[in-house]
């Protein structure tokens, strides 16, 4: 329970059903030592006289989520700290505690459903298009997926807003969604300047495809494949971020036609039931939260990585970013590109 509208209105739909509750706020950061959200969590368990749990999981956050962030842009890469955070983190943490306390079920205001199918438990797509986060959760094993319990997935947000302030929980129906990572949810940039120690992060050179010089950067760190915004030049014409060459401080502009891959290769990779992805050409594979989709063939190669043949060349594959596997509105699985 963050104290937002999601997971508060999660605890009283489950409430409602029948279910005895408990609520568990993690604290993980806490910009400027703000604990509002802890103030609003309890607020509203003691509203429902549930149980609510404080667990303070800030000095593992730090080392799994914050460190990794961090030291992933340093090298070059593009870093997936919301997948990262439920698959390692948030998710088999709230099993942990579970388990200490007796507690089989485990819910949370993620807008995702389950189901049951040929033997295996899988994450399928929430009804609000716009809100479904099924693209962060493919990491997960099954004794997690058997004990979940989704009450968001069939409403949108429109609705979950309305059930919050019709029974008269109006501070959550009106809070805003939190956007983009929690730890510096607007720029990065700043963030990651004020983490690594001063020089590790100097100007350095645009280039094309062919050595020529363009302009100074503000150093590697600063982009990413794709990228084509805030590039600070102006060449009458679009470029983007093809590669960054950490150990030279270089970044590669080109067209975007350059940028295009027909394949990619997986670590750290988590395949629900083998026989529904490998070597199927009926696999949907995104690399992007929001509203992209590919046609591919996955196989598992000799050195345990997935290599994934795309029907169509895709544009801004990065290495670092995750990749998930569906069919329909089914996660079948995903990884980490390299």
């Not at 004990?147 to 109006?170: C, H, N, Q, Y």
Request: hydrophobic share 35%.
């Amino acid at each position: 329970m963050s104290g937002g509208t999601d997971s508060s209105v999660a605890a009283l739909l489950l409430q409602d059903a029948g279910y005895e509750v408990t609520g568990i706020t993690f604290r993980f950061y806490e910009k400027d030592n703000d604990t509002e959200y802890l103030e609003d969590a309890h607020a509203l368990c003691k509203t429902l006289n549930i149980r609510h749990i404080v667990y303070d999981a800030r000095d593992i956050f730090r080392k799994t989520i914050i460190d990794y962030f961090i030291s992933e842009y340093m090298v070059g890469h593009t870093p997936v700290p919301c997948t990262v955070c439920n698959n390692c983190l948030k998710w088999p943490l709230l099993k942990k505690v579970a388990d200490e306390t007796g507690i089989y079920h485990l819910a949370t205001g993620h807008y995702v459903q389950s189901r049951f199918i040929d033997g295996y438990y899988h994450i399928t797509t929430g009804t609000d298009p716009d809100k479904d986060q099924s693209f962060f959760l493919w990491g997960l094993p099954q004794d997690i997926l058997q004990r979940m319990l989704l009450p968001m997935g069939r409403l949108t947000k429109k609705r979950v807003r309305e059930i919050a302030e019709e029974r008269g929980f109006s501070k959550a129906a009106r809070k805003r969604d939190s956007l983009g990572v929690c730890f510096c949810p607007m720029d990065y940039r700043t963030f990651l300047r004020s983490e690594v120690a001063e020089g590790s992060i100097c100007p350095g050179k645009f280039f094309d495809e062919t050595g020529n010089f363009i302009a100074r950067n503000e150093g590697y760190p600063f982009y990413t494949i794709g990228q084509r915004r805030g590039l600070g030049i102006d060449l009458n014409r679009a470029v983007y971020v093809k590669e960054t060459i950490p150990n030279e401080n270089k970044v590669i502009l080109s067209d975007l036609k350059a940028l295009e891959k027909t394949e990619m290769r997986l670590k750290k990779w988590n395949i629900i039931n083998p026989d529904s992805l490998l070597d199927r050409d009926d696999i949907i594979v995104k690399i992007r939260y929001r509203k992209q989709a590919n046609r591919c063939t996955v196989t598992l190669q000799a050195d345990n990585t997935l290599h994934v043949q795309l029907h169509e060349p895709l544009t801004a594959i990065a290495s670092g970013q995750a990749a998930a596997f569906y069919r329909k509105e089914i996660v079948l699985g995903g990884g980490i590109i390299i």
